[in-house]
């Protein structure tokens, strides 16, 4: 099992970067099999997922979001670090870090964490 935690504001204005950081248990994160994922959730879209990295090799995103989006991660600090530019009210939503799965599932998910987009 494996525990995720998201970190990061709760209230982003609109315009400015979200920056959400999901720590993951130490070691985890040196593996092939499987990659990192953030999904958020809103009454107006539903369940979204963001994009995704590897241990290595290139992240990948979702279209809507590619042009805003960017995943770092840091396998010394057992964590990764979703970035999403232009923030809008539109961008409202619980935001999950999770575990993806070879075959695309996302068995492991964190607490979720509520971001406002308001000014």
């Known amino acids: 099992q494996v525990q995720l935690q998201e970190s990061g504001p709760n209230l982003v204005k609109p315009s400015q970067t979200l920056s959400l950081t999901c720590g993951v248990p130490?070691?985890?994160?040196?593996?092939?099999?499987?990659?990192w994922s953030w999904i958020r959730q809103s009454p107006g879209k539903g369940l979204e997922w963001i994009g995704s990295?590897?241990?290595?090799?290139?992240?990948y995103f979702s279209p809507s979001l590619k042009s805003r989006a960017s995943i770092s991660r840091d396998t010394t600090k057992n964590q990764f670090t979703l970035q999403l530019s232009s923030m809008t009210p539109e961008d409202t939503a619980v935001y999950y870090c999770?575990?993806?799965?070879?075959?695309?599932?996302?068995?492991?998910w964190g607490q979720g964490t509520q971001v406002t987009v308001s000014s």
């Open positions: 130490s070691g985890s994160m040196t593996t092939t099999y499987y990659h």
């Open positions: 999770a575990r993806e799965r070879a075959d695309y599932a996302l068995d492991i």
């Open positions: 990295v590897p241990y290595r090799g290139n992240t």
